[in-house]
């Protein structure tokens, strides 16, 4: 059976600055998709990640549908409603635009999506993350799906065997979809190059090099590019297919362990190590650490299982642990060197327009007279 799996999110408003969305806006979110659902979709699960709310939707309807992406822009613009009614911080600070226009890409929301060819056994991750940009997922989808140290099945798996192809998006060009398709193993260090810079490119696709199907998708929105000025960070969301001729789920999560630094936290403007957290987790200290969690399903027929939380084990304590002890690590150092985003990373105007002002005020110290000989 053919299904298409959407998950959309946005931060349409948070209790006590950006901690969580109440439970008022949770259940307008989750009442609007219930009533207007019935004949657009299959199943349905909502779920928030720090001050983000996820709708994670199976229909037939395929990538880009507009009736499926019109309802969920509507839920959050019913959810934006309460949360103003409410005093809620940055009340429908992720929705972008003014109107719908088709699909909700290029207006805010977060969006993944994948049109999927159903197996007899469909297991997949649905990945959440807050305060932080979708380059940060670009580390653990490489290690997961290209390296035998954290994926053994590249070597053990014989449906594995030939690699994945990676689909990447250069998302600072904003005239359109720019894209370049690299092959893992062949095209490794291609892929390390462009993976560098979470901030520039960006994987936006994985697809399997035996079978032709896809097996991630990851929203690649810079809000920034889409406001022009900074609005709060990306939020990115992602699904990964898992099992069979594709990475198990446990290759999947393990490179989260490492708790590896990304660009967000506090205003948006920090390295910050990610942290692997339980389902519904809130923002708390500086803003964060950089939170991302994950629901494990399986879907049959287009029906969802419910969700089995992939960080709610004892192992995630002690990397949550260690990750709060590289947090501390970097944050004493406050503003100073990589602590805080270069220059031209930084998405606040109020130090853009402080180096303004202060560079007028340099000058150049005229060189001083050789002393005449006598």
């Given at each position: ?38 004949k ?49 911080y940055?009340?429908?600070q ?15 929301p ?186 494990a399903f399986?879907v ?8 089995a ?5 004892p ?6 642990g260690?990750v ?25 105007g ?25």
């Amino acid at each position: 059976m053919k299904i298409t799996l959407s998950v959309i999110k946005a931060d349409i408003g948070s209790i006590g600055g950006h901690i969580k969305p109440s439970a008022k806006v949770i259940k307008a979110v989750r009442d609007h998709i219930e009533s207007q659902g019935k004949k657009k979709l299959i199943d349905f699960f909502i779920s928030h990640t720090g001050d983000d709310i996820a709708i994670l939707m199976t229909h037939t309807g395929g990538t880009g549908n507009e009736g499926v992406h019109k309802m969920a822009w509507d839920a959050f613009v019913t959810g934006t409603n309460v949360a103003k009614g409410q005093g809620l911080y940055g009340a429908g600070q992720d929705l972008l635009k003014d109107a719908f226009s088709g699909n909700v890409k290029g207006m805010g929301p977060a969006v993944a999506e994948m049109e999927i060819e159903e197996r007899p056994n469909e297991p997949f991750l649905f990945f959440a993350a807050d305060k932080t940009e979708p380059g940060a997922y670009n580390l653990p989808l490489f290690l997961g799906f290209s390296d035998p140290m954290y994926c053994p099945g590249l070597m053990l798996s014989p449906s594995m065997a030939d690699g994945f192809k990676f689909v990447i998006m250069d998302v600072n060009y904003t005239e359109g979809d720019r894209i370049i398709e690299l092959n893992a193993p062949e095209d490794y260090y291609g892929i390390t190059t462009l993976l560098r810079d979470n901030s520039r490119f960006v994987i936006e696709s994985i697809w399997s090099r035996s079978s032709g199907d896809q097996a991630a998708a990851v929203s690649t929105s810079r809000l920034r590019n889409i406001a022009g000025k900074y609005t709060g960070k990306d939020d990115p969301v992602h699904l990964v297919r898992t099992q069979s001729k594709f990475p198990a789920t446990g290759e999947i999560l393990s490179p989260y362990s490492i708790g590896h630094y990304v660009a967000g936290t506090m205003r948006g403007s920090h390295n910050g190590p990610m942290m692997p957290c339980k389902q519904n987790t809130t923002i708390s200290y500086f803003d964060g650490p950089a939170v991302v969690t994950c629901a494990a399903f399986c879907v049959h027929n287009g029906k969802l299982t419910e969700p089995a939380d992939a960080f709610d084990h004892p192992f995630w304590d002690w990397v949550r642990g260690n990750v709060s002890q590289k947090a501390q690590e970097i944050r004493r150092q406050g503003f100073s060197g990589p602590a805080m985003l270069p220059y031209e990373d930084l998405e606040y105007g109020g130090i853009v327009e402080k180096m303004k002002k202060l560079d007028k005020e340099f000058k150049v110290r005229e060189k001083e007279k050789a002393p005449v000989s006598v």
